[in-house]
Nanobody
Framework: VVQLVESGGGSVHTGESLILSCAAS????????MAWFRQAPGKGREGVAL???????NYPDSVKGRFSISKDNANNILYLKMDNLTPGDTAMYYC????????????????????????WGQGTQVTVSS
C-alpha cells in the first residue's frame, strides 16, 4: 500500500523560502503523476505544482517562477521548493500521486482530485506572516 507523508512545513516571514518533502512508502510505477496541492481555510484545494514520469511539470500562474517541484526517484521523495513566500501562500499543503497512470499535463490537477486510484498525504501546514 502506497502511503505519502509530508514534512517541512512551518512558519516563515514574507520573502522567505521553504522546502516541503513528501516521502512515499513505495512507488513502483513507471507511469505516474505527482503533485502538490494547498488548501487555505474556507477555500477549495488548489494545485500548485505537478510533475509526470517524463519530467514535464505544470504550475499555475500564482506560483510560477516561485515554486519548483522535483522528485528523487531513487528514494521516492517528492519535493516542493517555495521561494519568495507571501501571506497568500498560507495553507495546508498536500502531496498526491497517481497509482500507475499518467495524467494530462494541463488537466492533471483535476484528474488527481477526482481519481479514485490516487493517494494523498495528510498535509503539512505553511504559515507566512508579513
Amino acid at each position: 500500500v502506497v502511503q505519502l507523508v509530508e514534512s517541512g512545513g512551518g512558519s516563515v516571514h514574507t520573502g522567505e523560502s521553504l522546502i516541503l518533502s513528501c516521502a512515499a512508502s513505495e512507488y513502483p510505477y513507471d507511469n505516474y503523476c505527482m503533485a502538490w496541492f494547498r488548501q487555505a481555510p474556507g477555500k477549495g484545494r488548489e494545485g500548485v505544482a505537478l510533475i509526470r514520469d517524463d519530467a514535464n511539470t505544470n504550475y499555475p500562474d500564482s506560483v510560477k517562477g516561485r515554486f519548483s517541484i522535483s522528485k528523487d526517484n531513487a528514494n521516492n521523495i517528492l519535493y516542493l521548493k517555495m521561494d519568495n513566500l507571501t501571506p497568500g501562500d498560507t495553507a495546508m499543503y498536500y502531496c498526491a500521486a497517481s497509482l500507475n497512470w499518467r495524467c494530462t499535463l494541463t488537466l492533471g490537477f483535476g484528474q488527481l482530485l477526482s481519481a479514485a486510484n490516487s493517494v494523498w498525504g495528510q498535509g503539512t501546514q505553511v504559515t507566512v506572516s508579513s
